[in-house]
């Protein structure tokens, strides 16, 4: 069954509005969790890495103002979407890794976002 | 950095036909290599995995061999079914890069009764 679980699956907000994505490790601790987001026909392109107890890492060119992640505790990690536009519209995709090195990545099954 | 390349889509079969989905990648460090199956409405799931070179990953008829030699992971199924309509994403992982996953472009598989 599923190790990761991502909620809600499917959001549609107003523009301007912010939304809240919850991922949780349902049997692990995941000190380490990470966030991706796909846009359509594209690939996943990760946005943030979220350590529990720091501030999370951010790729190049993601606004850590406007994706705020919080990983309060070993199960669970959130992606705030604050103020949402348009454009921010899109698959966003958790994953947490149970151990460490080349343990497998078990992923979520995604938020599908729609800002109108 | 790392990058990963993999055959654009879609790819349309028909049942119980041969399937290659090409990937090739580029890292610095000698990385690990896997193939992502998302079904439809899904996230993403882990059918293969490689860690060194020679390895071949298997999983429910898939397979991938890593071919250090020509940077190649390659997968295979010699007969596809309806219910493996999916998008394929090859991956790697690098350690030189944190382990983080570095994502071909994906490609999307579909197969016709």
């Known amino acids: 069954g599923a190790v990761v679980s991502q909620h809600p699956s499917r959001v549609i907000c107003k523009s301007g509005t912010s939304v809240k994505i919850e991922c949780r490790s349902l049997?692990?601790?995941?000190?380490?969790m990470f966030w991706y987001r796909q846009f359509p026909k594209q690939s996943l392109m990760l946005m943030a890495t979220?350590?529990?107890?720091?501030?999370?890492?951010?790729e190049q060119g993601v606004e850590k103002d406007k994706f705020l992640i919080n990983h309060a505790s070993l199960t669970l990690s959130t992606l705030t979407v604050t103020s949402a536009h348009p454009e921010d519209s899109s698959f966003y995709i958790c994953?947490?890794?149970?151990?460490?090195?080349?343990?497998?990545?078990?992923f979520g099954n995604g938020t599908r976002l729609t800002v109108t | 950095g790392d990058s990963v390349t993999q055959m654009e889509g879609p790819v349309t079969l028909s049942e119980e036909a041969f399937l290659t989905i090409n990937c090739t990648y580029t890292a610095t460090g000698y990385p690990s290599l896997f193939w992502y199956v998302q079904y439809p409405g899904e996230g993403l799931q882990l059918p293969l995995k490689a860690t060194k070179a020679d390895d071949k990953g298997s999983n429910k008829g898939f397979e991938a061999t890593y071919r250090k030699e020509t940077t190649s992971f390659h997968l295979e199924k010699g007969s596809v079914q309806v219910s493996d309509s999916a998008v394929y994403f090859c991956a790697l992982s690098d350690v030189g890069a944190g382990n983080m996953l570095t994502f071909g472009g994906g490609t999307r598989l579909m197969v016709k009764p």
């Open positions: 979220s350590n529990e107890g720091s501030k999370a890492t951010y």
């Open positions: 049997d692990f601790q995941a000190t380490t």
């Open positions: 994953s947490a890794r149970r151990g460490q090195g080349e343990s497998p990545l078990h």
